[in-house]
């Protein structure tokens, strides 16, 4: 089995040196040689020339056939790379789609996560007012309300910056989508 595969990949190596050969300056001037050469001989009576004309339309007729063997297996090897890469480019239009609907669940729990913090923000000032009123009945516990109020408004503070980090990523994972999109 690795035998074949070796053997084939040989062919498949001298096929492509062919291919390119032929495509190439030092063929064209080769080429042009021969066809020179082959019109001199009957001229320099060395053969005849129905003999050279036999043998020059079989000798381009074999090059023909095989030539068109040589692009048919490059076609077919283009062919095979343009169906992997429809594949590929498939798979990822898979992935960005799953990556779209990932962001969208992120923005509503990102929304959603806002509504609370609005709500734990209310909630917070109540309590804020009500340890203002407890304030101005203890003075003595007046300095300890008001680390609290601090430390609760800084966690709030901190929790709304977060937040619009969040969106801001988001946003940016959107446009990066769309310009993929476009690509």
Do not use: C
Not at 97 to 112: F, Y
Request: net charge negative; glycine share 2%; proline share 1%.
């Amino acid at each position: 089995m690795k035998k074949e595969t070796e053997k084939i990949d040989a062919l498949e190596k001298i096929a492509n040196g062919i291919t390119w050969w032929v495509g190439s300056i030092p063929s064209l001037i080769v080429h042009t040689l021969f066809f020179i050469t082959s019109f001199l001989l009957p001229m320099l009576n060395i053969v005849e020339f129905d003999k050279m004309l036999l043998i020059l339309t079989t000798v381009v007729s074999l090059e023909a056939i095989y030539l068109a063997i040589f692009i048919q297996m490059s076609v077919n090897k283009s062919h095979e790379k343009i169906e992997d890469i429809q594949e590929d480019i498939e798979e990822i239009s898979e992935d960005i789609e799953d990556i779209q609907e990932d962001i969208e669940e992120i923005s509503e729990d990102i929304e959603e996560i806002s509504e609370d913090i609005e709500e734990i923000n209310e909630d917070i000032e109540d309590i804020q007012e009500d340890i203002e009123e407890i304030n101005e009945d203890e003075d003595e516990e007046d300095h300890n309300e008001r680390a609290k109020n601090v430390i609760l408004k800084s966690n709030v503070n901190s929790n709304k910056n977060e937040i619009k980090a969040l969106k801001d990523i988001i946003s940016q994972l959107q446009t990066e989508i769309d310009q993929l999109k476009k690509e």
